[in-house]
Protein backbone atom coordinates (compact mmCIF):
# COMPACT_ATOMS: atom_id res chain seq x y z
CA UNK A 1 0.00 0.00 0.00
CA UNK A 2 1.11 3.72 -0.73
CA UNK A 3 0.90 5.57 2.51
CA UNK A 4 2.38 8.56 1.38
CA UNK A 5 -0.59 10.99 0.63
CA UNK A 6 1.41 14.09 0.36
CA UNK A 7 0.11 17.37 2.77
CA UNK A 8 -3.42 16.22 2.78
CA UNK A 9 -4.80 15.34 5.73
CA UNK A 10 -5.79 11.67 6.40
CA UNK A 11 -9.57 10.48 5.38
CA UNK A 12 -10.35 8.05 8.03
CA UNK A 13 -13.52 6.30 8.52
CA UNK A 14 -14.55 5.18 12.06
CA UNK A 15 -17.12 2.76 12.09
CA UNK A 16 -18.99 2.50 15.16
CA UNK A 17 -18.06 6.22 15.94
CA UNK A 18 -20.51 7.31 17.89
CA UNK A 19 -20.20 4.63 20.12
CA UNK A 20 -18.08 5.05 23.61
CA UNK A 21 -14.86 4.54 22.15
CA UNK A 22 -15.56 5.56 18.67
CA UNK A 23 -15.84 8.81 20.03
CA UNK A 24 -13.24 9.26 21.69
CA UNK A 25 -10.73 7.99 18.59
CA UNK A 26 -13.09 10.29 16.27
CA UNK A 27 -11.65 13.51 19.00
CA UNK A 28 -8.39 12.29 18.58
CA UNK A 29 -8.20 12.03 14.96
CA UNK A 30 -9.68 15.05 15.60
CA UNK A 31 -6.52 16.49 17.25
CA UNK A 32 -3.93 15.05 14.73
CA UNK A 33 -5.29 17.27 12.22
CA UNK A 34 -7.04 14.02 10.15
CA UNK A 35 -10.59 14.08 8.47
CA UNK A 36 -12.42 12.16 10.09
CA UNK A 37 -16.04 10.35 8.86
CA UNK A 38 -17.73 9.00 11.96
CA UNK A 39 -20.76 6.06 10.75
CA UNK A 40 -22.86 5.14 12.85
CA UNK A 41 -26.36 3.44 13.19
CA UNK A 42 -27.02 4.46 16.44
CA UNK A 43 -28.21 0.97 17.71
CA UNK A 44 -25.98 2.11 20.71
CA UNK A 45 -24.12 5.14 19.56
CA UNK A 46 -25.45 8.03 20.40
CA UNK A 47 -24.86 11.83 18.39
CA UNK A 48 -24.59 13.63 21.87
CA UNK A 49 -21.10 11.90 22.09
CA UNK A 50 -19.43 13.70 19.03
CA UNK A 51 -22.03 16.36 19.42
CA UNK A 52 -19.16 18.83 19.93
CA UNK A 53 -16.76 17.73 17.26
CA UNK A 54 -19.41 18.66 14.36
CA UNK A 55 -18.14 22.59 14.55
CA UNK A 56 -14.78 20.76 12.60
CA UNK A 57 -14.39 21.29 8.70
CA UNK A 58 -12.59 17.92 8.90
CA UNK A 59 -15.62 16.38 10.80
CA UNK A 60 -18.55 14.42 8.96
CA UNK A 61 -21.59 12.08 10.80
CA UNK A 62 -22.96 9.75 8.28
CA UNK A 63 -25.64 7.23 9.80
CA UNK A 64 -25.64 4.12 8.16
CA UNK A 65 -25.49 0.47 9.12
CA UNK A 66 -22.20 -1.47 7.78
CA UNK A 67 -24.28 -4.55 6.99
CA UNK A 68 -25.57 -2.23 4.22
CA UNK A 69 -22.45 -1.72 1.38
CA UNK A 70 -20.68 1.76 1.58
CA UNK A 71 -19.36 3.72 -1.26
CA UNK A 72 -16.96 6.24 -0.13
CA UNK A 73 -13.04 7.54 -0.85
CA UNK A 74 -11.37 6.69 2.44
CA UNK A 75 -7.54 6.29 3.36
CA UNK A 76 -7.72 4.43 6.95
CA UNK A 77 -10.74 2.20 8.38
CA UNK A 78 -11.48 1.87 11.60
CA UNK A 79 -14.14 -1.15 12.60
CA UNK A 80 -15.61 -0.48 16.02
CA UNK A 81 -19.73 -1.54 14.65
CA UNK A 82 -21.11 -3.87 16.88
CA UNK A 83 -22.18 -3.25 20.33
CA UNK A 84 -20.04 -4.01 23.57
CA UNK A 85 -22.10 -5.16 26.12
CA UNK A 86 -23.88 -8.18 26.73
CA UNK A 87 -27.53 -6.85 27.60
CA UNK A 88 -26.85 -4.97 24.01
CA UNK A 89 -26.05 -7.29 21.78
CA UNK A 90 -27.82 -10.21 23.27
CA UNK A 91 -31.15 -7.58 23.05
CA UNK A 92 -30.87 -8.92 18.95
CA UNK A 93 -28.14 -11.54 18.66
CA UNK A 94 -28.66 -12.27 14.94
CA UNK A 95 -28.61 -8.35 14.66
CA UNK A 96 -25.30 -8.70 16.46
CA UNK A 97 -23.60 -11.78 14.18
CA UNK A 98 -24.77 -10.01 11.02
CA UNK A 99 -22.76 -6.35 12.13
CA UNK A 100 -19.86 -8.38 12.88
CA UNK A 101 -19.61 -10.61 9.75
CA UNK A 102 -21.52 -8.73 6.88
CA UNK A 103 -20.50 -5.42 8.57
CA UNK A 104 -16.48 -7.04 8.52
CA UNK A 105 -17.01 -7.95 4.88
CA UNK A 106 -18.34 -4.80 3.84
CA UNK A 107 -15.86 -2.88 5.12
CA UNK A 108 -13.09 -4.94 3.96
CA UNK A 109 -14.37 -4.27 0.27
CA UNK A 110 -13.74 -0.44 0.64
CA UNK A 111 -10.30 -0.95 2.05
CA UNK A 112 -9.41 -3.48 -0.84
CA UNK A 113 -11.36 -0.62 -3.36
CA UNK A 114 -9.34 2.34 -1.74
CA UNK A 115 -6.22 0.69 -1.33
CA UNK A 116 -6.59 1.67 2.21
CA UNK A 117 -5.54 -0.06 5.76
CA UNK A 118 -8.18 -1.15 8.01
CA UNK A 119 -8.14 -2.48 11.31
CA UNK A 120 -10.42 -4.13 12.88
CA UNK A 121 -11.06 -3.64 16.74
CA UNK A 122 -11.68 -7.12 18.00
CA UNK A 123 -12.51 -8.19 21.56
CA UNK A 124 -10.79 -10.46 24.03
CA UNK A 125 -14.11 -12.26 24.72
CA UNK A 126 -12.86 -13.91 21.69
CA UNK A 127 -10.70 -16.04 24.30
CA UNK A 128 -14.09 -17.37 26.23
CA UNK A 129 -14.11 -18.40 29.34
CA UNK A 130 -10.10 -18.94 29.09
CA UNK A 131 -8.38 -22.04 30.55
CA UNK A 132 -5.17 -19.94 29.92
CA UNK A 133 -3.98 -17.36 32.03
CA UNK A 134 -3.04 -14.39 31.45
CA UNK A 135 -4.44 -14.98 27.93
CA UNK A 136 -1.72 -14.54 25.27
CA UNK A 137 -2.46 -14.29 21.56
CA UNK A 138 -1.76 -17.05 20.46
CA UNK A 139 -4.27 -18.48 22.85
CA UNK A 140 -7.15 -20.17 20.81
CA UNK A 141 -9.53 -19.22 23.59
CA UNK A 142 -12.55 -21.27 24.94
CA UNK A 143 -16.15 -20.32 23.66
CA UNK A 144 -19.29 -21.98 23.87
CA UNK A 145 -20.44 -21.50 20.20
CA UNK A 146 -23.95 -21.86 20.64
CA UNK A 147 -24.48 -19.90 23.92
CA UNK A 148 -26.47 -16.71 24.68
CA UNK A 149 -22.59 -14.90 24.33
CA UNK A 150 -21.92 -16.65 21.11
CA UNK A 151 -23.27 -13.71 18.98
CA UNK A 152 -20.68 -11.52 20.42
CA UNK A 153 -17.96 -13.50 20.65
CA UNK A 154 -18.28 -15.90 17.37
CA UNK A 155 -19.18 -12.89 15.75
CA UNK A 156 -15.85 -11.00 16.58
CA UNK A 157 -14.15 -14.49 15.55
CA UNK A 158 -15.87 -14.42 12.49
CA UNK A 159 -14.36 -10.95 11.85
CA UNK A 160 -10.85 -12.04 12.76
CA UNK A 161 -10.91 -15.00 9.76
CA UNK A 162 -12.15 -12.29 7.30
CA UNK A 163 -9.32 -9.81 8.05
CA UNK A 164 -6.64 -12.39 7.52
CA UNK A 165 -8.37 -14.29 4.27
CA UNK A 166 -8.59 -10.63 3.04
CA UNK A 167 -5.00 -10.39 3.75
CA UNK A 168 -4.18 -13.52 2.38
CA UNK A 169 -5.78 -13.72 -0.70
CA UNK A 170 -6.83 -9.98 -1.78
CA UNK A 171 -3.77 -8.22 -0.23
CA UNK A 172 -5.74 -6.32 1.89
CA UNK A 173 -3.72 -4.08 4.64
CA UNK A 174 -4.93 -5.65 7.58
CA UNK A 175 -4.31 -4.97 10.96
CA UNK A 176 -6.08 -6.81 14.14
CA UNK A 177 -6.64 -5.20 18.19
CA UNK A 178 -8.12 -7.43 20.94
CA UNK A 179 -9.50 -4.84 23.30
CA UNK A 180 -10.03 -5.82 26.84
CA UNK A 181 -12.23 -4.03 29.20
CA UNK A 182 -11.97 -0.32 28.62
CA UNK A 183 -13.83 2.48 30.41
CA UNK A 184 -14.59 5.96 31.13
CA UNK A 185 -16.20 8.96 29.95
CA UNK A 186 -19.38 8.49 27.54
CA UNK A 187 -19.54 4.97 28.69
CA UNK A 188 -23.77 4.29 28.50
CA UNK A 189 -25.15 4.08 32.37
CA UNK A 190 -27.57 1.35 30.54
CA UNK A 191 -24.80 -0.78 28.57
CA UNK A 192 -24.52 -3.10 31.65
CA UNK A 193 -20.69 -3.50 32.12
CA UNK A 194 -19.65 -3.42 35.40
CA UNK A 195 -18.04 -0.19 35.93
CA UNK A 196 -20.48 1.92 34.61
CA UNK A 197 -23.05 -0.42 36.53
CA UNK A 198 -21.32 -0.07 40.18
CA UNK A 199 -20.48 3.58 39.58
CA UNK A 200 -24.40 4.36 38.47
CA UNK A 201 -25.38 2.29 41.00
CA UNK A 202 -23.35 3.84 43.59
CA UNK A 203 -24.42 7.64 42.65
CA UNK A 204 -28.14 6.09 43.10
CA UNK A 205 -27.63 4.80 46.57
CA UNK A 206 -29.06 1.35 44.53
CA UNK A 207 -27.09 -1.88 45.91
CA UNK A 208 -23.87 -2.94 43.52
CA UNK A 209 -25.03 -5.76 41.66
CA UNK A 210 -21.98 -8.09 41.87
CA UNK A 211 -22.67 -11.55 40.04
CA UNK A 212 -21.59 -15.33 41.52
CA UNK A 213 -19.21 -14.51 44.85
CA UNK A 214 -17.53 -11.46 43.01
CA UNK A 215 -14.14 -13.86 42.72
CA UNK A 216 -14.01 -13.05 38.97
CA UNK A 217 -11.61 -11.18 37.91
CA UNK A 218 -11.40 -8.05 34.75
CA UNK A 219 -8.75 -5.77 33.66
CA UNK A 220 -9.97 -1.89 33.36
CA UNK A 221 -8.13 0.10 30.67
CA UNK A 222 -9.21 3.79 30.73
CA UNK A 223 -10.41 4.60 27.46
CA UNK A 224 -7.18 7.47 26.45
CA UNK A 225 -5.02 4.89 26.55
CA UNK A 226 -7.29 2.15 24.65
CA UNK A 227 -7.63 4.66 21.74
CA UNK A 228 -3.78 5.40 21.48
CA UNK A 229 -3.39 1.59 21.39
CA UNK A 230 -5.33 1.62 18.50
CA UNK A 231 -3.89 4.52 16.55
CA UNK A 232 -0.25 3.02 17.25
CA UNK A 233 -1.32 -0.12 15.82
CA UNK A 234 -2.83 1.66 13.21
CA UNK A 235 0.13 3.68 12.15
CA UNK A 236 2.38 0.40 12.82
CA UNK A 237 4.75 -0.88 9.95
CA UNK A 238 2.25 -3.19 7.42
CA UNK A 239 4.48 -6.28 8.61
CA UNK A 240 2.67 -6.04 12.05
CA UNK A 241 -0.83 -7.14 11.01
CA UNK A 242 -1.78 -8.78 15.06
CA UNK A 243 -3.62 -9.81 16.73
CA UNK A 244 -2.54 -7.86 19.40
CA UNK A 245 -4.08 -7.51 22.69
CA UNK A 246 -4.95 -4.06 24.04
CA UNK A 247 -5.66 -3.43 27.68
CA UNK A 248 -4.54 -3.02 31.57
CA UNK A 249 -3.17 -6.05 32.86
CA UNK A 250 -3.82 -5.13 36.43
CA UNK A 251 -6.22 -7.59 37.59
CA UNK A 252 -8.96 -6.97 40.23
CA UNK A 253 -11.82 -9.60 41.78
CA UNK A 254 -14.81 -8.17 40.98
CA UNK A 255 -15.62 -7.76 44.83
CA UNK A 256 -12.46 -5.73 45.07
CA UNK A 257 -14.07 -3.07 42.01
CA UNK A 258 -16.82 -2.79 43.97
CA UNK A 259 -15.60 -1.87 47.09
CA UNK A 260 -13.08 0.61 45.56
CA UNK A 261 -16.25 2.17 43.58
CA UNK A 262 -18.16 2.81 46.98
CA UNK A 263 -15.11 4.40 48.33
CA UNK A 264 -14.40 6.54 45.49
CA UNK A 265 -18.05 7.95 45.27
CA UNK A 266 -18.87 7.88 49.29
CA UNK A 267 -21.39 5.96 48.75
CA UNK A 268 -23.19 3.69 51.44
CA UNK A 269 -24.95 1.72 49.11
CA UNK A 270 -24.57 -2.48 50.01
CA UNK A 271 -23.31 -5.15 48.29
CA UNK A 272 -26.03 -7.71 46.66
CA UNK A 273 -24.81 -10.86 45.20
CA UNK A 274 -26.62 -12.64 42.39
CA UNK A 275 -26.12 -15.36 40.18
CA UNK A 276 -23.60 -15.88 37.70
CA UNK A 277 -24.94 -15.16 34.28
CA UNK A 278 -24.11 -18.14 31.75
CA UNK A 279 -20.57 -18.59 30.48
CA UNK A 280 -19.18 -15.42 32.02
CA UNK A 281 -15.35 -15.53 32.42
CA UNK A 282 -14.15 -16.36 35.83
CA UNK A 283 -10.60 -14.55 34.79
CA UNK A 284 -9.67 -11.91 32.32
CA UNK A 285 -6.47 -10.21 31.96
CA UNK A 286 -4.36 -9.48 29.35
CA UNK A 287 -0.60 -10.58 28.25
CA UNK A 288 0.23 -6.84 26.03
CA UNK A 289 4.19 -8.03 25.36
CA UNK A 290 3.53 -7.68 22.03
CA UNK A 291 2.03 -4.31 22.25
CA UNK A 292 4.78 -2.84 24.18
CA UNK A 293 7.14 -5.13 21.99
CA UNK A 294 5.82 -3.99 18.73
CA UNK A 295 4.10 -0.78 19.65
CA UNK A 296 5.98 0.58 22.64
CA UNK A 297 2.56 0.75 23.92
CA UNK A 298 1.26 0.45 27.35
CA UNK A 299 -1.75 1.95 29.96
CA UNK A 300 -0.40 5.20 31.28
CA UNK A 301 -3.18 5.74 33.67
CA UNK A 302 -3.79 4.67 37.13
CA UNK A 303 -7.15 3.12 38.21
CA UNK A 304 -7.56 6.30 40.54
CA UNK A 305 -7.40 8.85 37.90
CA UNK A 306 -9.25 7.21 35.17
CA UNK A 307 -12.10 5.93 38.15
CA UNK A 308 -12.44 9.32 39.22
CA UNK A 309 -13.01 11.16 36.00
CA UNK A 310 -15.51 8.28 35.29
CA UNK A 311 -17.16 9.01 38.14
CA UNK A 312 -17.46 12.70 38.02
CA UNK A 313 -18.17 11.99 34.36
CA UNK A 314 -21.46 10.10 35.29
CA UNK A 315 -22.19 12.51 38.83
CA UNK A 316 -22.02 15.78 36.44
CA UNK A 317 -25.04 13.41 34.37
CA UNK A 318 -27.06 13.11 37.24
CA UNK A 319 -26.54 16.80 38.03
CA UNK A 320 -27.92 18.10 34.52
CA UNK A 321 -30.78 15.28 35.01
CA UNK A 322 -31.84 16.76 37.79
CA UNK A 323 -31.63 20.06 36.40
CA UNK A 324 -33.42 19.26 33.74
CA UNK A 325 -36.53 17.64 35.82
CA UNK A 326 -36.69 20.91 38.15
CA UNK A 327 -36.81 23.11 35.24
CA UNK A 328 -39.49 21.02 33.47
CA UNK A 329 -41.64 21.00 36.73
Not at 56 to 73: A, G, K
Not at 237 to 245: D, E, L
Not at 258 to 269: D, N, P
Not at 300 to 312: C, F, H, P, Q, V
Request: hydrophobic share 35%; glycine share 6%.
Amino acid sequence: MNRSLGNRPKRILVAGGAGFVGSHLCERLLERGNRVLCVDDFTTGAAENVAHLRTSRRFRLLEHDVVQPLELDVDEVYNLACPASPPHYQADPIRTLKTSVFGAVNLLELARRNDARILQASTSEVYGDPLVHPQTEEYWGNVNPIGPRACYDEGKRAAETLFFDFHRTRGVDVKVARIFNTYGPRMSESDGRIVSNFIVQALHNRPLTVYGDGSQTRSFCYVADMVEGLMALMESPAGIIGPINLGNPDEFRVLEFAELVLRYTGSKSRIEHRPLPVDDPKRRKPDIARAVQWLNWQPATDLETGLSRTIEYFARRQRAARADLIAAE
